[in-house]
Protein backbone atom coordinates (compact mmCIF):
# COMPACT_ATOMS: atom_id res chain seq x y z
CA UNK A 1 0.00 0.00 0.00
CA UNK A 2 1.08 3.77 -0.91
CA UNK A 3 1.51 6.10 1.94
CA UNK A 4 -0.15 9.43 0.54
CA UNK A 5 1.09 12.64 2.51
CA UNK A 6 -1.46 14.69 3.95
CA UNK A 7 -1.63 18.02 1.68
CA UNK A 8 -0.45 20.66 3.76
CA UNK A 9 -4.17 22.80 2.75
CA UNK A 10 -6.91 20.62 3.54
CA UNK A 11 -9.69 22.56 1.90
CA UNK A 12 -10.37 20.41 -0.34
CA UNK A 13 -11.05 17.68 2.62
CA UNK A 14 -13.78 19.95 3.64
CA UNK A 15 -14.96 20.44 0.25
CA UNK A 16 -15.36 16.91 -0.30
CA UNK A 17 -17.17 16.37 3.35
CA UNK A 18 -19.50 19.12 2.73
CA UNK A 19 -20.48 17.37 -1.03
CA UNK A 20 -20.77 14.29 1.13
CA UNK A 21 -23.15 15.69 3.16
CA UNK A 22 -25.38 17.35 0.10
CA UNK A 23 -25.18 14.61 -2.33
CA UNK A 24 -26.13 11.68 0.71
CA UNK A 25 -28.79 13.66 2.27
CA UNK A 26 -31.45 11.99 -0.33
CA UNK A 27 -29.50 9.06 -1.30
CA UNK A 28 -32.45 6.76 -1.74
CA UNK A 29 -33.98 8.77 -4.11
CA UNK A 30 -31.16 9.21 -5.84
CA UNK A 31 -30.42 5.44 -5.86
CA UNK A 32 -33.88 4.47 -7.43
CA UNK A 33 -35.04 7.20 -9.35
CA UNK A 34 -31.95 9.38 -10.98
CA UNK A 35 -28.72 7.09 -11.25
CA UNK A 36 -30.89 5.25 -13.24
CA UNK A 37 -30.63 8.02 -16.00
CA UNK A 38 -27.16 7.77 -16.54
CA UNK A 39 -27.31 4.01 -17.52
CA UNK A 40 -26.62 4.61 -20.84
CA UNK A 41 -23.45 6.72 -20.42
CA UNK A 42 -22.77 3.92 -17.75
CA UNK A 43 -22.74 0.83 -20.85
CA UNK A 44 -20.81 3.09 -23.30
CA UNK A 45 -18.27 3.54 -21.43
CA UNK A 46 -18.19 -0.25 -20.47
CA UNK A 47 -17.97 -1.14 -24.23
CA UNK A 48 -15.69 1.18 -24.84
CA UNK A 49 -12.71 -0.48 -22.89
CA UNK A 50 -13.75 -3.18 -22.76
CA UNK A 51 -14.83 -4.03 -19.01
CA UNK A 52 -14.77 -7.77 -18.31
CA UNK A 53 -13.28 -10.57 -16.50
CA UNK A 54 -10.01 -9.57 -16.69
CA UNK A 55 -10.54 -5.83 -15.49
CA UNK A 56 -9.54 -4.32 -12.03
CA UNK A 57 -12.32 -1.12 -12.14
CA UNK A 58 -12.03 1.68 -10.06
CA UNK A 59 -15.36 3.93 -9.98
CA UNK A 60 -14.42 7.92 -8.21
CA UNK A 61 -16.86 9.06 -7.38
CA UNK A 62 -19.34 5.82 -7.15
CA UNK A 63 -22.28 7.39 -5.75
CA UNK A 64 -25.11 4.44 -5.21
CA UNK A 65 -22.72 1.75 -6.82
CA UNK A 66 -24.96 1.19 -9.84
CA UNK A 67 -21.93 1.47 -12.48
CA UNK A 68 -19.97 -0.59 -10.16
CA UNK A 69 -22.68 -3.02 -10.01
CA UNK A 70 -22.87 -3.04 -13.79
CA UNK A 71 -19.62 -3.62 -14.04
CA UNK A 72 -19.41 -6.47 -12.05
CA UNK A 73 -21.67 -7.99 -13.51
CA UNK A 74 -19.81 -7.75 -16.50
CA UNK A 75 -16.98 -9.80 -14.51
CA UNK A 76 -15.07 -7.03 -13.51
CA UNK A 77 -12.74 -6.86 -10.31
CA UNK A 78 -14.27 -3.44 -8.61
CA UNK A 79 -13.95 -0.94 -5.87
CA UNK A 80 -15.37 2.59 -4.99
CA UNK A 81 -14.94 5.51 -3.23
CA UNK A 82 -17.37 8.55 -2.54
CA UNK A 83 -17.76 11.64 -0.33
CA UNK A 84 -21.16 10.16 0.49
CA UNK A 85 -21.48 8.14 3.17
CA UNK A 86 -25.59 8.43 2.62
CA UNK A 87 -24.19 6.79 -1.15
CA UNK A 88 -22.04 4.30 0.14
CA UNK A 89 -24.51 2.73 2.23
CA UNK A 90 -26.78 1.67 -0.72
CA UNK A 91 -24.01 0.76 -2.68
CA UNK A 92 -22.77 -1.48 -0.13
CA UNK A 93 -25.78 -3.13 0.21
CA UNK A 94 -25.94 -3.68 -3.73
CA UNK A 95 -22.00 -4.72 -3.40
CA UNK A 96 -21.86 -6.93 -0.42
CA UNK A 97 -17.46 -7.71 0.33
CA UNK A 98 -16.63 -4.88 -2.53
CA UNK A 99 -14.43 -2.37 -1.29
CA UNK A 100 -16.11 0.89 -0.69
CA UNK A 101 -14.17 3.88 0.43
CA UNK A 102 -15.47 7.11 2.32
CA UNK A 103 -13.38 9.79 1.03
CA UNK A 104 -11.40 12.42 -1.26
CA UNK A 105 -10.86 12.30 -5.16
CA UNK A 106 -7.47 14.37 -4.36
CA UNK A 107 -6.15 11.36 -1.51
CA UNK A 108 -7.66 8.18 -3.11
CA UNK A 109 -6.84 5.24 -0.72
CA UNK A 110 -5.46 2.66 -3.35
CA UNK A 111 -1.57 1.51 -4.64
CA UNK A 112 0.29 2.88 -7.73
CA UNK A 113 -0.82 0.90 -10.76
CA UNK A 114 -3.91 -0.81 -9.08
CA UNK A 115 -6.22 -0.72 -11.50
CA UNK A 116 -7.14 -1.23 -15.24
CA UNK A 117 -9.90 1.25 -15.40
CA UNK A 118 -10.38 4.65 -13.57
CA UNK A 119 -13.84 6.12 -13.96
CA UNK A 120 -15.31 9.22 -12.98
CA UNK A 121 -19.19 9.95 -13.79
CA UNK A 122 -19.93 13.22 -12.98
CA UNK A 123 -17.62 13.65 -10.32
CA UNK A 124 -14.10 14.84 -11.33
CA UNK A 125 -16.15 18.64 -11.92
CA UNK A 126 -16.76 18.18 -7.98
CA UNK A 127 -13.41 18.05 -6.90
CA UNK A 128 -11.99 21.51 -5.20
CA UNK A 129 -9.17 20.62 -7.03
CA UNK A 130 -9.67 18.67 -10.49
CA UNK A 131 -6.43 18.46 -11.33
CA UNK A 132 -4.95 17.02 -8.27
CA UNK A 133 -8.17 14.38 -8.58
CA UNK A 134 -6.83 13.66 -11.98
CA UNK A 135 -3.53 13.36 -10.98
CA UNK A 136 -4.77 10.44 -8.22
CA UNK A 137 -6.51 8.65 -10.43
CA UNK A 138 -3.46 8.37 -12.95
CA UNK A 139 -1.28 7.43 -10.50
CA UNK A 140 -3.71 4.14 -9.24
CA UNK A 141 -3.98 3.22 -12.90
CA UNK A 142 -1.68 0.79 -14.83
CA UNK A 143 0.46 2.34 -17.60
CA UNK A 144 -1.89 1.49 -20.82
CA UNK A 145 -4.42 2.04 -18.24
CA UNK A 146 -7.33 4.00 -19.33
CA UNK A 147 -9.47 7.03 -17.41
CA UNK A 148 -12.13 8.35 -18.23
CA UNK A 149 -13.93 11.44 -17.60
CA UNK A 150 -18.03 11.98 -17.91
CA UNK A 151 -19.85 15.60 -17.66
CA UNK A 152 -22.42 17.44 -19.51
CA UNK A 153 -23.35 17.70 -22.95
CA UNK A 154 -23.27 20.40 -24.33
CA UNK A 155 -25.68 22.77 -23.22
CA UNK A 156 -27.18 24.63 -26.11
CA UNK A 157 -27.56 20.57 -27.51
CA UNK A 158 -29.87 19.07 -24.79
CA UNK A 159 -33.40 19.57 -23.01
CA UNK A 160 -31.78 18.72 -19.85
CA UNK A 161 -30.33 22.27 -19.56
CA UNK A 162 -33.68 23.87 -18.80
CA UNK A 163 -33.39 21.50 -15.64
CA UNK A 164 -29.61 22.48 -14.73
CA UNK A 165 -30.60 26.39 -15.48
CA UNK A 166 -34.10 26.44 -13.35
CA UNK A 167 -31.86 25.81 -9.99
CA UNK A 168 -29.64 28.64 -10.75
CA UNK A 169 -31.80 31.77 -9.11
CA UNK A 170 -32.27 29.26 -5.99
CA UNK A 171 -28.42 28.97 -5.00
CA UNK A 172 -25.86 30.97 -3.42
CA UNK A 173 -23.83 33.38 -5.89
CA UNK A 174 -21.49 31.00 -6.97
CA UNK A 175 -17.38 31.68 -5.89
CA UNK A 176 -15.38 34.60 -8.36
CA UNK A 177 -14.07 32.23 -11.60
CA UNK A 178 -16.17 29.27 -10.65
CA UNK A 179 -17.09 27.88 -14.26
CA UNK A 180 -20.66 26.87 -13.80
CA UNK A 181 -22.29 23.44 -14.11
CA UNK A 182 -20.81 23.20 -18.27
CA UNK A 183 -17.47 24.28 -17.54
CA UNK A 184 -16.07 21.11 -18.48
CA UNK A 185 -18.73 20.78 -21.62
CA UNK A 186 -17.15 22.72 -23.26
CA UNK A 187 -15.04 21.60 -26.68
CA UNK A 188 -11.39 21.05 -25.93
CA UNK A 189 -12.10 21.47 -22.02
CA UNK A 190 -11.98 17.61 -21.19
CA UNK A 191 -9.10 17.41 -22.72
CA UNK A 192 -7.22 20.36 -21.75
CA UNK A 193 -7.75 18.91 -17.90
CA UNK A 194 -6.46 15.64 -18.72
CA UNK A 195 -3.30 16.97 -20.02
CA UNK A 196 -2.82 18.76 -17.16
CA UNK A 197 -2.65 16.29 -14.93
CA UNK A 198 -0.33 14.06 -16.65
CA UNK A 199 -2.85 11.82 -18.84
CA UNK A 200 -2.75 11.24 -22.99
CA UNK A 201 -6.37 11.94 -24.36
CA UNK A 202 -7.43 9.68 -26.30
CA UNK A 203 -11.28 10.21 -27.52
CA UNK A 204 -14.42 12.05 -26.81
CA UNK A 205 -17.70 11.08 -27.17
CA UNK A 206 -21.26 11.67 -26.40
CA UNK A 207 -23.67 9.30 -24.83
CA UNK A 208 -27.48 10.26 -25.34
CA UNK A 209 -28.93 9.13 -21.91
CA UNK A 210 -32.40 10.48 -22.18
CA UNK A 211 -34.23 10.84 -18.56
CA UNK A 212 -37.65 9.18 -18.34
CA UNK A 213 -40.31 9.52 -15.06
CA UNK A 214 -43.96 8.10 -14.98
CA UNK A 215 -45.17 10.90 -13.39
CA UNK A 216 -44.39 14.76 -11.87
CA UNK A 217 -44.13 13.60 -8.43
CA UNK A 218 -41.55 10.74 -9.49
CA UNK A 219 -39.86 13.55 -11.61
CA UNK A 220 -39.49 15.95 -8.86
CA UNK A 221 -38.14 13.57 -6.27
CA UNK A 222 -35.46 12.54 -9.07
CA UNK A 223 -34.61 15.89 -10.11
CA UNK A 224 -34.41 16.81 -6.57
CA UNK A 225 -31.91 14.01 -5.36
CA UNK A 226 -28.81 15.81 -6.41
CA UNK A 227 -26.61 17.24 -4.46
CA UNK A 228 -27.16 20.95 -6.34
CA UNK A 229 -30.68 20.09 -6.03
CA UNK A 230 -30.35 19.50 -1.71
CA UNK A 231 -28.80 22.79 -2.10
CA UNK A 232 -31.18 24.66 -3.25
CA UNK A 233 -33.87 23.41 -1.06
CA UNK A 234 -31.76 24.24 1.83
CA UNK A 235 -31.27 27.94 0.75
CA UNK A 236 -34.55 28.75 -0.87
CA UNK A 237 -37.04 25.93 0.68
CA UNK A 238 -38.45 22.81 -0.94
CA UNK A 239 -41.59 24.59 -2.03
CA UNK A 240 -39.48 27.04 -4.22
CA UNK A 241 -37.67 23.82 -5.58
CA UNK A 242 -40.57 21.82 -6.18
CA UNK A 243 -42.16 25.26 -8.46
CA UNK A 244 -39.09 25.47 -10.69
CA UNK A 245 -39.01 21.77 -11.24
CA UNK A 246 -42.67 21.62 -12.53
CA UNK A 247 -42.09 25.17 -14.79
CA UNK A 248 -39.03 23.66 -16.00
CA UNK A 249 -40.99 20.26 -16.90
CA UNK A 250 -43.96 21.31 -18.20
CA UNK A 251 -42.33 21.86 -21.98
CA UNK A 252 -41.78 17.65 -21.90
CA UNK A 253 -44.77 16.27 -20.43
CA UNK A 254 -46.10 13.25 -22.39
CA UNK A 255 -49.94 12.72 -23.49
CA UNK A 256 -49.86 10.06 -20.74
CA UNK A 257 -48.75 12.14 -18.24
CA UNK A 258 -44.85 11.15 -18.04
CA UNK A 259 -41.88 13.16 -19.00
CA UNK A 260 -39.22 12.87 -21.10
CA UNK A 261 -35.91 15.34 -21.37
CA UNK A 262 -33.40 14.85 -24.02
CA UNK A 263 -29.94 14.77 -22.05
CA UNK A 264 -26.35 14.06 -23.70
CA UNK A 265 -22.89 13.24 -21.53
CA UNK A 266 -19.66 14.09 -22.88
CA UNK A 267 -17.29 11.91 -22.16
CA UNK A 268 -13.17 11.67 -22.33
CA UNK A 269 -10.98 8.71 -22.65
CA UNK A 270 -7.47 9.01 -21.71
CA UNK A 271 -4.58 7.08 -21.07
CA UNK A 272 -1.86 6.73 -18.63
CA UNK A 273 1.32 6.58 -20.73
CA UNK A 274 4.70 6.14 -19.34
Known sequence: MTVIEEPQDASHILSGEA???IWGGRAA???DIQEPQCAAAYHAVFDKVPVGSATRLLDAGCGAGMALRLAADLGAEIAGIDASEGLLDVARSRLPG???EQGDLEILPFEDDGFDVVTGFNSFQYAADRVAALREARRVVKPGGKVFIMTWGEP???QATALVAALKPLLPPPPPGAGGPFGLSEPGKLEELATAAGLAPREVFDVDSPWTYPDLETAQRGLGSSGVAFKAAETSGQAALDVAHEAALAPFVQPDGSYRIGATFRILMAEKTG
Open 19 to 21: NGR
Open 156 to 158: GSM
Open 29 to 31: DWA
Open 98 to 100: TRL
